[in-house]
């Protein structure tokens, strides 16, 4: 058995040598800080004030005149999309946020944050909008995905190490939303109702520990209030704690459309407004000044602020920005595929079921998402991926046996994208656009393009340069189908709208009102049945403009025209009962491998979902118990972001949460089915057995447009442990192909002062046949508290690879940050006087030894 030894040590700047790396680098940041004032001291005050808002959708305004150049920005978190939200430039697409915290893996996340700065650079971009660090407070966030998990600490180092790897080549993270924004129902508009405690050791503590750890350049506002205020405009956030307390030197931008004043945005803290929009700066913060509401001092501490993140990512590089391309690297793959598998969380694995052993000939692939790429969820963090692998053909490549498929049932929210149906008037794939200066379809048309896909969401691409902010275009493809029958089309718009088949006018949707949940702005979706011949085209005609819909909204927002565009579906009629084929490709297979689960347009930016049960309407969960019944030995891989209710679970011997694994999600998936990786995922958030289980159960979504925080701390596994409710998988729950021991602990201290820390050290061993990968996670539990305090809280981790028969020994220090809370009658973070509990478990419920030590006596600190 061989021996490795471990520790979790940090280097200390404050003891770094001379000349240290880490020396070097806060001198830099020191430069770009003094070249960023030299730059603001040579501008006139208009200049300044143009530095407050954005160029476009994308840029920060350039003054070349004064060396002074544009910055771009890309939305992420999971890759770096470029400048069109639909369609655009293909991209790596890297496992989702929550399956990157599954892994629990620090190094894994400072590896993808570099790979995807090479990613930005290839996008000709400078700044990644990402990461995200919103808290995981109910199972139906719609964005839950993207971000990482339901613990502050897993949350803040994880993000930490990812901003590391991106700003260390060059690239600008933005950790966002600061703050409350732990869901979309009504988020432009929703008072987060959150008290300072909670504030402080949930919902600011990732933010914080990021500062701390990895100084992000840039930080993105929510949309949503903090206790009555605007999250941009918000002082007690932005200027007391960020910039007072933690002392953060980087940039603060609004989220896409977030600012929502001039003078208290400014005097909060808030530097730029994104997108370039007229409403609050520009002559406003000039007639601002010359009312004496703000100082020309405050426009300066902004402007210097936007500076100086134009100097780390640029400095006086005037040259002209580059097109858009494509890295697909053979290493950034790899390292997806690898991240995917090591996500994959294996929730159950009775009787040795997996992995699937060279015996197994016939195995049946079952499922509404074993024959489709489901990769990543929708919104912000969508892109057009390189490629993408697809269980049923992964799990084929992989294995020499007899694979069969069927579908078992649907799941669609909206019919799918027509696109592969589509071809243009040439013959082209895709969608041919005229485009029309003004909304009236007036003289030629302007532009002409041509998209591939039916998705046609224009709030990013449309021509504006040449058609200018009022436009209307005409859509025009023809969709062809492999079969005859009673097929549908869907349509949804967001301006006025108008769908035209064959020349017959099929959807009016030019005065719509009722709003549904896709392009953010859009009306529900509309189906009609059409009649038709396989392989005989039919003509799609669609008639927008970009005025405002609903027409209320333009007398509350002020403005006429937005963003135009629409989406056309198509569904063939289904010509098999799905089912009973899957009923009897199971009975037939040595084992059935059902794939479930949601997909993007489920879980996505813009809405929360409504139930935690699998959609639609029971389909996948009847699925499930007619495959088991038919063929016991059934493995489940359910995809999603979040938690789902799992009415099966004690029928089904094995059970992986999948996740959203990028573009090797199928790749990844076959990895571990087969053994070829060995499963090391552990749950970052908790999965409850029921909605009514979860904290925040009777304080979602909220009403009238106030949702209150009223669990307090009490998020995630503090509150099933509090309140003594059983979950169905606990918080950092996880199997292996393997087994790991674990060796009694010890400290090298039973004191832990203000300043020193505590050395935890045991041994960990892997005491099974094949090489595996342990997460190791250490709780703290205050023995007694002036103040109510969780049974246990998360305050380190080690995630370690074995070989078989090998053991490595652990050393990790505890500080005060594991013992301290927030006291607000002091105000500041307390440790107080007492004794406390270290946990050493393999998940919150499996705790595997206890080490008590003390702090002899109480002591505060800020930051």
Known sequence: MSDTEMTNSTPNTEFSPPCSPQQKFEQ???????????????????????????????????????????????????????????????????????????????????EVGQHLADEVKARSANILLAPTVCMHRHPLGGRNFESFSEDPLLTGKLAAQYIRGLQEKGVAATIKHFVGNEQETHRLTIDSLIQERPLREIYLRPFEIAVREANPWALMTSYNLINGTHADMHDHTLRTILRGEWGYDGAVVSDWGGTNSTVESILAGCDIEFPYSPKWRFDKVTQAIQDGKISEGDVDRAAENVLTLVERLKGDDMAEEQAEREDNREETRALIRAAGAEGLTLLKNEGGVLPLNAKTTRVAVIGPNANRAIAGGGGSASLNPYYNTIPLDSIRAASEAEITFAQGCHIHKWLPVASRFCKDKSGKPGVSIEWFAGDRFQGDPVVVQRRTNTDLFLWDSAPISEVGPEWSAVATTYLTSNSTGTHTVSFMSVGPGKLYVNGKLEMDLWDWTEEGEAMFDGSVDYLVKVEMEAGKPVELRVEMTNELRPIAKQKQFGITHKYGGCRIGFKEEDQVDFLQEAVEAAKAADVAVVIVGLDAEWESEGYDRQTMDLPSDGSQDRLIEAVVKANPRTVVINQSGTPVTMPWVDRVPAIIQGWYQGQEAGNALADVLFGFKNPSGKLPSTFPKRIQDAPAYNNWPGENLKVNYGEGLYIGYRYYERALVEPLFAFGHGLSYTTFEYGRPSLNSKILTPHNTIELCFAVSNIGSVAGAETVQIYVRDDKSRLPRPEKELVAFEKVFLEAGETVHLRINLDKHAVGYYDTAIPSWIAEEGTFNVLIGASSADVKYTIPFEVKESFTWIF
């Open 28 to 110: 830099l940041m020191k430069d770009t800080r003094t070249s960023a004032r030299k730059k603001l001291s040579q501008l006139t005050l208009k200049e300044k004030v143009s530095l407050l808002t954005a160029a476009d959708f994308w840029r920060t305004k350039a003054i070349p005149e004064k060396g002074i150049p544009a910055v771009k920005t890309s939305d992420g978190p999971n890759g770096a999309r470029g400048g069109i939200f639909v369609g655009g430039t293909k991209a790596a697409l890297f496992p989702c946020g929550v399956s990157l915290a599954a892994t629990w893996n620090k190094d894994l996340l400072y």
